[in-house]
């Protein structure tokens, strides 16, 4: 038993042998052996390997700085078939087409609301404030350093201007809005007025035309201290830098715009006024008036079925969509005991200039005249009613004509400002500047009044 016992236990020694391991190496450091060099060579090499990208595209910045390998390739059918699940169907080869310079300007736009429907509820600009004078009464009184009269019978006035929040499908569009800004500006630095540029679409709803009345109700609310608001069109051109509104002569109004009585209360002209420069009061009454306004102006069958209205209700007007300056005429001429009252049409001066009747005049202006009339003598305001400076389909004039129109007024405009200074433009149809005068005696002193409220425009804003 003892010999087959270990006989046994030879068997099994030799069987056990046989299992154990060719290589005594622990399996752990062979996997770092055979590992750690593919990972140094992954990390330091340049081999370029599949990834998967994601981008968030940024929509200013030019196709140009992406990376070129992306440029070129067409998407594949696998990335065309993920995009169509999220996307409206394309057009035929929609897939693969270069987006034109105009398809990336309306992506820019916010995505538009949907459309309201004539049983919809009537648009409002926002709810009503029926205690919005004594509201602000009370916080002029709570807040002394920011009175609405800045002087006797001198209100604080805030111009208000803007532009559309695209860029200009001709880069001279935007040299021009700046320009026009850079106007707009000067103007309210010489007279101590405030200014407000805007280039947002605060309501979609409200687009075009319509833009300004969300704004100014906008900012009347967060400006209690600003009596008095002056929208100004993008091509609107000050053109007399001294003449200021004679505001004691509206004390008893809250809105002066340009126009006559008969074409507006008589003939009911869409054409009797001029919606591109107006002046409005920070009041109950004015919020009230945007509204009325406003209800008239959103996009789609509500335009449309005011524009048909307009075309029956006045005069020299055909039936396309509703715009702003006639839903103001259609307001004044069917409610004029409501709001006639308050509002100031003004025809002594030229608080909108046709500009066609202007620009070739100014050299004849300047030899009979001096600024400070606002009249067509020395006209306020040029307005460049029909042209579009930004490029934009629609004009009623053609674009060189416009922009060499806009050239000489803001040039005529300028040199009133660079005269200050002993410069003037060579000519009105250049920027080229040359010294008039050298001024190196009384820097500081001004003998003639315009000079003086010119030059010192915080002195001159103290005085009535």
């Known amino acids: 038993m003892a010999e087959e016992h270990g006989g046994v236990q030879a068997a099994g020694g030799e069987r056990r042998a046989r299992q154990k391991p060719m290589f005594t190496v622990p399996i752990i450091t062979v996997v770092l052996l055979i590992v750690a060099p593919c990972a140094l060579f992954l990390f330091t090499s340049d081999v370029a390997l599949p990834r998967i ?12 700085s992406a990376p070129a390998n992306l440029k070129a390739a067409p998407p594949s059918p696998e990335a065309a078939v993920a995009v169509s699940s999220l996307a409206p169907p394309l057009a035929p080869g929609a897939a693969v087409t270069v987006p034109s310079e105009e398809q990336r300007r309306e992506e820019q736009q916010q995505p538009l609301p949907p459309v309201r429907q004539l049983t919809d509820r009537p648009y409002s600009l926002g709810p009503a404030v029926p205690d919005y004078d004594a509201r602000r009464a009370a916080w002029l009184a709570a807040h002394p350093g920011f009175p609405a009269f800045v002087a006797p019978g ?16 001709d880069p ?17 630095r010489v007279h101590g007025f405030d200014v407000f540029y805007s280039n947002a679409v605060l309501d979609a709803e409200m687009s075009g035309f319509w ?44 809105l002066v715009i340009h126009g006559w009585d008969e074409a507006v209360y008589g003939a009911r ?19 009230d008036l945007l509204d009325a306004w406003a ?12 524009g048909k209205i307009f075309a029956e209700a006045l005069s020299n007007r055909a039936a396309y969509e ?32 046709y500009w066609k009747a202007i620009v070739d005049r100014y050299e004849e202006m300047r030899s009979k005249w001096r600024p400070g009339l606002g009249d067509d003598r020395w006209p306020l305001v040029t307005h460049f009613v029909g042209c579009k400076p930004c490029g934009e389909q629609g004009a009623s004039y053609e674009a060189s004509r416009c922009r060499q129109g806009m050239e000489r007024a803001l040039n005529f405009a300028d040199d009133q400002i660079l005269k200050l200074y002993g410069f003037q433009h060579e000519s009105l149809n250049t920027t080229a500047v040359r010294r008039v005068r050298n001024d190196t005696g009384r820097p500081m002193d001004a003998d003639d ?4 409220r010119l030059l010192h425009p915080t002195f001159w804003a103290a005085k009535p």
């Open 322 to 353: 509703a715009e702003d300056q006639s839903a103001l005429v259609y307001l004044l001429a069917t409610q004029r005991e409501r709001w006639a009252g308050k509002v100031f049409l003004e025809s002594s001066y030229l608080l909108h200039g």
């Open 53 to 64: 990208r994601i981008e968030y595209v940024g929509r200013d910045v030019p196709a140009a």
């Open 172 to 188: 001279e569009g935007d040299h021009m809005l700046l320009r026009a800004f850079k106007n707009k500006a000067d103007y309210c």
């Open 449 to 452: 009044d315009e000079i003086g």
């Open 269 to 287: 002209n869409w054409m009797g006024t001029n919606a591109g420069s107006f002046v409005i009061r920070n009041c109950r009454w004015s919020l």
């Open 154 to 169: 001198r209100p604080r006035v805030l111009v208000v201007t803007g532009s559309s929040p695209r860029r200009c499908s």
């Open 211 to 254: 833009t300004k009345l969300p704004l100014l109700r906008a900012l009347m609310v967060a400006h209690p201290e600003t009596e008095l608001l002056w929208w100004a069109d993008s091509d609107v051109v000050f053109t007399d830098m001294l003449f200021e509104p004679p505001w004691g002569k509206y004390a008893a109004h809250n």
């Open 295 to 306: 209800k008239m102006g959103p996009r789609g069958p509500v335009r449309d079925k005011y």
